[in-house]
């Protein structure tokens, strides 16, 4: 065999080779995008899933009433509501207050509120207590929750899901509520030796009326305090109802 054949021969081979080594690269290529993709597939549809089950509690919660979350109101050993005669509207103060009830219903409080929006709060998360009292001079409601509660994740959840109830509402006052902790830190235990309060701070206008404030004169105002064993939608609808968003010494900004 010539040697030109042989050379020709050798870069055939060369040639064939090299064909095979990019077919082979084509094909572990293909198969890296294959599985790439197959995964890509597989995290989509858990997302999309994940989503669509998201919804479907949102639609489900949505369609629950808030009395149906928590205790029932005859079970949770609530309290009847305490009435204290008011003061503190319109004092703005920079130091940290010691507050006559615990958690409060009323009092001096910081120049600024708690954001707007947000419903529940952790205990590392939540903000000074002056501010949610600013929350309750302006109609909040608060429900507070002990150490005992914060320990408990059934009753975490439960919170929680009423907090999200409150969320689908969006901006209506009507559901102007804080979920927060109150802990030994913020003072003496809620009171009765209970775990969960509802405060409000009235001015006895449970339907606004302008007449009220064209004064420009603070009207009398009310703390308004309600203490259970357990956290019940129902009991809280009640106290709402009877104590709204805009019953209370600055309720006329919501109008």
């Not at 890296?32 to 994940?50: D, F, R, S």
């Not at 109101?73 to 009435?83: F, I």
């Not at 105002?221 to 104590?243: R, T």
Request: hydrophobic share 35%; with cysteine; charged share 25%.
């Amino acid at each position: 065999m010539s040697k030109s054949s042989t050379n020709r021969d050798r870069r055939e081979t060369v040639e064939q080779m090299r064909k095979q080594a990019q077919a082979a690269e084509r094909r572990r290529t293909l198969s890296v995008v294959a599985v790439c993709v197959v995964i890509a597939l597989i995290i989509v549809g858990l997302a999309g899933y994940k989503l669509y089950q998201d919804n479907q509690a949102k639609d489900r919660l949505a369609a629950q009433g808030l009395e149906d979350i928590g205790a029932s109101a005859q079970s949770a050993g609530c309290t009847a509501v305490l009435e204290e005669d008011a003061s503190g509207a319109g004092e703005h103060v920079s130091e940290p207050v010691d507050y006559e009830t615990t958690p409060p219903a009323f009092g001096p409080h910081y120049d600024i509120t708690a954001d707007s929006g947000v419903h529940f709060y952790d205990v590392e998360e939540r903000p000074e207590v002056e501010r949610l009292v600013h929350n309750l001079e302006h109609g909040w409601t608060i429900v507070w929750y002990d150490e005992t509660v914060a320990d408990d994740t059934d009753q975490m959840a439960i919170l929680k899901a009423a907090a999200d109830k409150f969320d689908l509402e969006g901006t209506d006052p009507a559901f102007n509520v804080v979920i927060a902790p109150w802990t030994s830190d913020d003072g003496e235990p809620i009171a009765d030796d209970k775990h969960i309060a509802f405060t409000h701070w009235s001015v006895h206008q449970p339907v606004y009326d302008p007449a009220v404030f064209a004064s420009g004169e603070q009207p009398a105002s009310f703390g308004q305090s309600q203490y259970c064993d357990s956290f019940s939608g129902g009991a809280l609808d009640e106290f709402m109802q009877k104590y709204p968003y805009d019953d209370s010494p600055e309720g006329f900004l919501w109008h």
